[in-house]
């Protein structure tokens, strides 16, 4: 069993930062993949930054140069570091890590950009 807590959302004006983290906690081994993606009522759930291994961190266009996905090792949380926010920045931002293939989700935080 595997579970990802995400935490660090809020309110933040435009050109502002945060940092989100995400805690993951059980069978945390043989971990493919990690990364954050986000959402907006009516769209799609979105790639923001992923760190497949063996590969450098890849990054969705709009956020290349402002965002950057973190993680120090086993137990550690996933950070991403979200610099010069934009309005259209604003949805739910949820974790994902791939272990031995399978897809887990955090419940999201909510990150909202407006001045």
């Known amino acids: 069993q595997v579970q990802l807590v995400e935490s660090g959302g809020g309110l933040v004006q435009p050109g502002g930062s945060l940092r989100l983290s995400c805690a993951a906690s059980g069978s945390i081994d043989n971990v493919n993949a990690m990364g954050w993606y986000r959402q907006t009522p009516g769209k799609e759930r979105e790639l923001v930054a992923r760190m497949i291994f063996g590969s450098s961190a890849d990054y969705a266009d709009s956020t290349k140069g402002r965002f950057t996905i973190s993680w120090d090792g086993a137990k550690k949380p996933l950070y991403l570091q979200m610099n010069s926010l934009k309005p259209e920045d604003t949805a739910v931002y949820y974790c994902?890590?791939?272990?031995?293939?399978?897809?887990?989700w955090g419940q999201g935080t909510q990150v909202t950009v407006s001045s």
């Open positions: 994902n890590f791939v272990i031995r293939g399978l897809n887990y």
